[in-house]
């Protein structure tokens, strides 16, 4: 929930126009709603090397699994640098 300046509930269709008309005022690629900065957010996360766990943590999801069932598509990238660590670790850098 969401509340206006005097801690009154923000109708959600207000709260959407406003995000839509700030964002139109960045320099941001366009978003369909706030929703997409907590993916954003997650995704960023994911790819600067956090915890799944953490990040799970952070969004409020049940389970890890939750998170990455959610952002399996992170996982590629997520990958090669696992086995860069590995090789790291075994063969020197």
């Not at 839509?20 to 005022?25: D, F, H």
């Amino acid at each position: 929930m969401i509340c206006d300046g005097t801690g009154r509930p923000e109708h959600p269709g207000r709260f959407s126009r406003q995000f839509q008309r700030y964002v139109g005022e960045t320099k941001l690629p366009a978003l369909r709603g706030p929703h997409n900065l907590r993916h954003t957010r997650a995704t960023l996360a994911l790819n600067a090397g956090v915890h799944p766990k953490v990040v799970s943590d952070r969004l409020g999801h049940a389970t890890i699994a939750v998170t990455i069932d959610t952002y399996s598509h992170v996982a590629p990238s997520l990958d090669a640098a696992a086995a860069d660590t590995v090789a790291a670790n075994i063969f020197g850098t």
